[in-house]
């Protein structure tokens, strides 16, 4: 099998015009360029297999090329692509609707579509301070987020990551400024996070949190507990909470979505990724009815003020419907409880190695925690990755796997030997 990265000829003639995602271009290799997906697996253009070990950014939930999702979408497309919604609709949209407000957590009535993540957290801010305008509280426009926080790549999403070691802390002078605070680990976290709440909440619109673990800042985790604590502050102190599930919703975390976990209903919950299999974008903020009503009146200017062109796109619902009939009719949730199982199990080893701080795992989140590492050992790691057929990419300092939810056993293993094989090497 070739070891070398072939250039076929759509790469030559047009990488010189791309702008890759979070890279430096100056000094980055070449991506890998991918002709076919299926399954688990990546087929590369010289013809190597690559066992994906994070599912395209934690959305491929199903596996790639899916034949149920393809054929919904298939004939989706064979009766309608797209029509705008505004002063029209359609019927996957309403069912989409209507679905996601059985399963997510109680109370959550009211359902805002968009096309991206980003996008899902920037209409959740634009609704909490428009919620307080409207009733005349105009000094509740700021919002509490966590250091280690990730939301986005919008202007309010920027917003919310850690100001000091997020991906965007090249932009603090321009992004609005919030209130950054440690997620709480014990009671006297807290008491603390109280006595902090108690003092701003008259200039706080909400609080936002990804529940359970923040992923792109660095996989870490919290605990059920602290979360339902945080939630109960938020409603002790009028100040609405907002939950952030692109990453943790639809299983990834053991339950549909990590509030289950903590038995709270959010004031307004932000979906993406996985909603649609990882077939196209789709995303989706969901309100209570509380929040909802708060727009409603005979003026126009109290109205939510947002509509993006592809909102509610017929395919991406038509392909969120499909994603839905599978988790209700193949065992999602039982296979995320036994890749928890295999990774606890196949990441322990990992304990031991000298260059390893922590090993921790969630649902279908394994993690390893690097104790000392830079930019150039990063690379160089998902290079060796690749070397052995797996394509992981670290970042900061963290390995971690977050696959297809069904992986098989032996492919789910060769993601783990690899883990260690090249950690243990280093």
Not at 201 to 206: D, Q, Y
Not at 328 to 351: D, F, Y
Request: glycine share 8%.
């Amino acid at each position: 099998m070739p070891t070398s990265h072939k250039i076929p000829q759509w790469e030559s003639e047009g990488f010189n015009h791309i702008w890759l995602p979070y890279t430096q271009m100056q000094t980055a290799p070449l991506p890998l360029p991918v002709i076919s997906a299926n399954g688990v697996r990546l087929t590369l253009a010289d013809g190597r297999e690559l066992i994906d070990g994070i599912a395209s950014w934690w959305c491929v939930c199903h596996g790639y090329q899916h034949p149920y999702l393809i054929k919904q979408i298939s004939n989706q497309l064979d009766a309608l692509s797209h029509v705008m919604f505004a002063g029209l609709a359609h019927e996957p949209a309403y069912t989409l609707a209507r679905r996601l407000v059985s399963i997510t957590p109680k109370g959550l009535n009211r359902v805002f579509f968009s096309d991206s993540g980003s996008t899902a957290v920037e209409v959740a801010l634009k609704m909490a301070v428009q919620f307080w305008s409207n009733q005349k509280e105009l000094d509740k426009r700021k919002f509490i987020c966590f250091r280690n926080g990730y939301h986005g790549d919008t202007m309010g999403g920027m917003s919310l990551a850690d100001p000091e070691t997020g991906m965007h802390q090249m932009l603090n002078h321009y992004t609005p400024e919030q209130y950054v605070f440690d997620i709480p680990h014990n009671s006297r976290d807290l008491a603390a996070l109280a006595e902090s709440l108690k003092k701003i909440r008259k200039t706080v619109a909400g609080l936002v949190i990804e529940p359970l673990v923040q992923a792109a800042g660095g996989m870490k985790f919290h605990s059920p507990e602290i979360l339902a604590e945080i939630h109960r502050l938020c409603k002790q102190y009028d100040i609405l909470f907002i939950a952030d599930e692109i990453a943790t919703g639809f299983g990834r975390t053991g339950s549909m979505f990590a509030c289950d976990e903590a038995g709270i209903t959010p004031d307004i919950i932000c979906l993406g990724k996985a909603l649609t299999g990882g077939m196209m974008g789709l995303a989706a903020t969901l309100s209570t009815e509380e929040v909802f009503e708060g727009f409603l009146s005979d003026r126009l200017e109290t109205a939510l003020m947002h509509g993006p062109t592809f909102m509610a796109n017929p395919i991406g619902c038509a392909a969120a419907n499909a994603s839905l009939d599978l988790f209700e009719g193949e065992p999602r949730i039982a296979q995320v409880q036994g890749i928890e199982t295999q990774l606890r199990e196949e990441l322990k080893p990992c304990h031991k190695l000298e260059n390893v701080a922590d090993v921790r795992v969630k649902g279908a989140i394994g993690v390893v925690q690097l104790s000392n590492t830079d930019g150039e050992y990063i690379l160089a790691l998902r290079q060796q990755f690749v070397e052995e057929g797996v394509w992981l990419r670290p970042f900061s300092d963290v390995v971690y796997i977050m696959p297809a939810f069904t992986i098989s056993t032996a492919e789910l293993t060769q993601l783990t030997d690899a883990v260690f094989k090249i950690l243990a090497a280093r």
